[in-house]
């Protein structure tokens, strides 16, 4: 009876590691395929050890946290006037249909209205009013706070913002970021930089690495089961 207590155990901490596993390796998969995407944050995942059931059925599972890693992405110039990088901390807003997101993606253009847009066409938000852009007029001109010119006219300053937390910030499908409403935010500090864009800061080589090494610890566990599953067989034909 211990013998098949002890397997039981073995069976379940050795399919709770490969399901802790498979979520990491997804986790990966999604870094590599976003290594090229604008703004891009990659996701950490953690694997860490917890009892499962009573503390004296010495049964330890494997579970998995995650939490985005928000360190300053390359930034890549591109000469476009109206493409932006925040260099330090700070989000882009833009309006989108369900209401104010956030973006460290600066790929804008202008519509023919003379409207700046995301490419997901949101509009950025203005601090105050913002004057009339003239599609056909003088270059732009974006200071690092974020003041836009244009010629000798003065057209308003755009909305970026930080936060006192960015890990409570919820990241939506299609890779902006929503603001819970009691979340501290203040004008952002960072350093707006215009004809640039801030790449992905997934480093594509470590993430490959991880991989291979997540890989090997999925198989690991999945040995496991079938050896504890021969030795039942092999316990069977005994009895």
């Keep these: 009876m211990p013998c098949l207590y002890a397997g039981m155990n073995g069976l379940t901490n050795a399919a709770t590691a490969m399901l802790a596993h ?3 390796l997804d986790t ?3 870094n590599l395929a ?3 995407t604008h703004g891009f944050k990659r996701r950490m995942a953690a694997s860490h050890g917890t009892w499962m059931g009573r503390m004296d059925s010495a049964r330890l599972g494997l579970q998995m946290a995650e939490r985005n890693d928000f360190s300053q992405g390359s930034l890549l110039d591109t000469g476009n006037a109206l493409n932006l990088a925040i260099q330090g901390d700070g989000f882009f807003a833009v309006e989108s249909p369900q209401g104010e997101v956030f973006t460290r993606d600066g790929e804008f253009h202008m519509t023919g209205d003379g409207i700046v847009v995301s490419k997901e066409g949101y509009p950025l938000v203005w601090d ?6 003239q ?3 003088d270059p732009i001109v974006v200071d690092h706070t974020g003041a836009v010119t244009q010629g000798n006219r003065q057209l308003g300053r755009l909305r970026y913002m930080e936060f006192a937390d960015n890990h409570l910030l919820d990241n939506t499908k299609d890779g902006y970021w929503v603001a819970p409403p009691n979340l ?5 500090n960072g350093k707006i930089v215009q004809g640039a864009v801030e790449g992905s800061n997934v480093n594509t080589v470590k993430e490959l690495v991880a ?6 610890k999925f198989e690991q566990a999945s040995q496991i089961i079938t050896q504890i599953d021969q030795s039942y067989r092999r316990l069977n034909r005994g009895n």
Excluded at 128 to 133: C, D, E, F, L, T
Excluded at 211 to 216: G, K, L
């Design 22 to 24: 498979e979520r990491h």
């Design 28 to 30: 990966i998969t999604a």
């Design 34 to 36: 976003n290594a090229n």
């Design 128 to 133: 105050g009013v913002q004057a009339n852009i």
């Design 135 to 137: 599609s056909t007029g």
């Design 184 to 188: 501290d935010r203040e004008p952002g």
């Design 211 to 216: 991989m291979i090494s997540v890989q090997r």
